[in-house]
């Protein structure tokens, strides 16, 4: 699934294209793709009809295009492949478009695709989450380190109780939001900090680093446009991301550490892969129980 700086990407390409545009049409043309909108597609088609969409917000992960007349919102979950895209009205469909929304401007329309169907387009009901409003259907997902509320001092608090490791809570988006495996590992390599170190036992100053780092590597990433390592994450003009060739860790297994030049190396962590440097991330000498 994209990350937080993937989805950034194309929320603020969705910002620059399809905000205060009026819908015209929506075509539902795969019953994966809206699985999520229980009503079916004549449904959503009725509903979107003649909406016109006033923002785009994103939550770490998430995305969500909100409506006018009424507290709504279009979620759009990308999930592995999930690609939205701008494109003029004659251009050919390709083989895994999934739905689309034509504008009343007769300008280019916004396109669904998605190669593995785990994503979707749904309504969904916005609900309050002061400052701000967010769909109810992701109103559990935690601020993001991004996020101008997200505190500081109560993720570090409150994290410091649990007894688990520290990639593991970096995954939690209920605690964390917007990190998934790649820049998790990204940042515990900036950090100094190996996956499996019991995050009771870390200082509030290595938290408050680590969070630093954290948004370190969501910049640098949102400058080069995302993480692509395939053709299946492109931002809302087709185009892939390149912060790939800047990784330091993920990905990278036998390659020489930049930092200290050992190899990096790649050990198996909850079904997929984690990669650390064994000079600069000693791992803890006893890893915590899942």
């Known amino acids: ?23 015209a049409s929506v075509d539902s043309l795969h019953p ?4 999520r909108h229980l009503a079916g597609p004549v449904d959503l088609a009725q509903r979107l009809a003649g909406r016109t969409i006033s923002s785009a917000e994103r939550r770490g992960k998430y995305l969500w295009l909100p409506l ?21 009205a004659d251009a050919p469909p390709g083989p895994h478009l999934r739905g689309r929304l034509r504008f009343d401007d007769g300008g280019p329309e916004l396109r669904f695709v998605d190669q593995r169907t785990f994503g979707g387009l749904h309504l969904d009901e916005l609900v309050p989450d002061p400052p701000d409003w967010v769909p109810s259907s992701i109103a559990h997902i935690a ?7 997200f505190d500081e001092a109560a993720w570090i608090s409150s994290v410091r109780r649990r007894s688990t490791s520290i990639k593991r809570v970096l995954l939690d988006q209920s605690s964390l939001s917007g990190v998934g495996n790649i820049y998790a590992d990204e940042a515990l390599w900036r950090a100094r900090l190996h996956g499996d170190r019991p995050v009771a036992g870390l200082t509030r100053g ?8 954290i948004r370190s590597v969501f910049g640098d990433a949102l400058r080069a446009g995302g993480t692509s390592f395939d053709s299946l994450y492109v931002n809302v ?3 892939s991301g390149y912060f790939d060739r800047s990784l330091h860790a993920y990905g990278r297994e036998g390659e020489p550490c930049t930092r200290c030049g050992r190899a990096i190396r790649r050990q ?9 440097c064994p000079n600069c991330q000693r791992p803890p000498r006893r890893r915590l129980a899942a």
């Open 1 to 23: 699934m994209p990350e937080l700086p993937e989805v950034e990407t194309v929320r603020a390409g969705l910002a620059k294209w399809v905000v205060g545009r009026r819908i």
């Open 143 to 149: 601020r993001d380190p991004l996020d101008d509320n």
């Open 32 to 35: 994966r793709a809206i699985r």
């Open 268 to 276: 198996q962590w909850m079904n997929r892969s984690s990669y650390f």
């Open 237 to 239: 003009n087709g185009e």
């Open 68 to 88: 006018d007349a009424g507290p709504e919102a279009l979620i759009a979950h990308l999930g592995m492949s999930g690609q939205l895209l701008m494109l003029d």
């Open 206 to 213: 290595q938290l408050a680093g680590l969070l630093a780092d």
